[in-house]
């Protein structure tokens, strides 16, 4: 299995910031590697597929970049609706393996 | 698009339940469908596909000869049975749709998820 590594596992910060998240795989995923945001007692929505691909109707201050092992999600100028935890996904490969989240936080 | 699950409860150490996944807003049997899971405070983890046709289905290794997925095009349903129980199956269970593109498959959307608790 594909074990995904995600940097850091919490991280605070402050309305308007700019922040950035890391995971790194344990082989190749190419460029098949998700994003996703979940609030408090609510299912995970995604915010980036294919890497870099920002899905329909996610805010552009949302980006993803990576290939290979080594992935971001950057997200610029932070919003008070964006302190969440994110989970980063691999369909390179079944089983289709998570990191095991970021939580953001207000600082 | 929505994707509505129900069928979590209480059960003991060895039971047995059965989720189900009810589709609606899309062509239900074009698309494959997963099953994910959460334990209490913890992060992803996925459990089970099946195929748009139930030709072809894959398991996790932690629920592989206990859990069983399957699917009924003709009522826009999903369904888990889960045999054998244990404590480390207490989770919330999503089912999500798969899309596929070139830019590869993802999740999307997700049901609200329904609570499993195994405890004696």
């Known amino acids: 299995d594909i074990q995904m590594t995600q940097s850091p596992s919490s991280l605070s910060a402050s309305v308007g910031d700019r922040v950035t998240i890391t995971c790194r795989a344990s082989?190749?995923?190419?460029?098949?590697l998700n994003w996703y945001q979940q609030k408090p007692g609510k299912a995970p929505n995604l915010l980036i597929y294919?890497?870099?691909n920002l899905q329909s109707g996610v805010p552009s201050r949302f980006s993803g970049s990576g290939s290979g092992t080594d992935f971001t999600l950057t997200i610029n100028s932070l919003q008070p609706e964006d302190f969440a935890t994110y989970y980063c996904?691999?369909?390179?490969?079944?089983?289709?393996?998570f990191g095991q989240g970021t939580k953001l936080e207000i600082k | 698009v929505l994707l509505v699950e129900s069928g979590g409860g209480l059960v003991k150490p060895g039971g047995s339940l059965r989720l189900s996944c009810e589709a609606s807003?899309?062509?239900?049997?074009?698309?494959?469908m997963n099953w994910i899971r959460q334990a209490p405070g913890k992060g992803l983890e996925w459990v089970s596909y099946?195929?748009?046709?139930?030709?072809?289905?894959s398991y996790a290794d932690s629920v592989k000869g206990r859990f069983t997925i399957s699917r009924d095009n003709a009522k826009n349903s999903l369904y888990l049975q889960m045999n054998n129980l244990r404590v480390e199956d207490t989770a919330v269970y999503y089912c999500?749709?798969?899309?596929?593109?070139?830019?590869?498959?993802?999740?999307?959307?997700w049901g609200q998820g329904t609570l499993v608790t195994v405890s004696s």
């Open positions: 294919g890497s870099s």
């Open positions: 807003g899309f062509a239900f049997s074009d698309y494959y």
């Open positions: 099946i195929t748009n046709s139930g030709s072809s289905i």
């Open positions: 996904q691999q369909s390179y490969s079944t089983p289709h393996t």
């Open positions: 082989q190749s995923v190419s460029t098949y």
């Open positions: 999500a749709r798969q899309i596929f593109t070139v830019a590869g498959s993802r999740f999307d959307p």
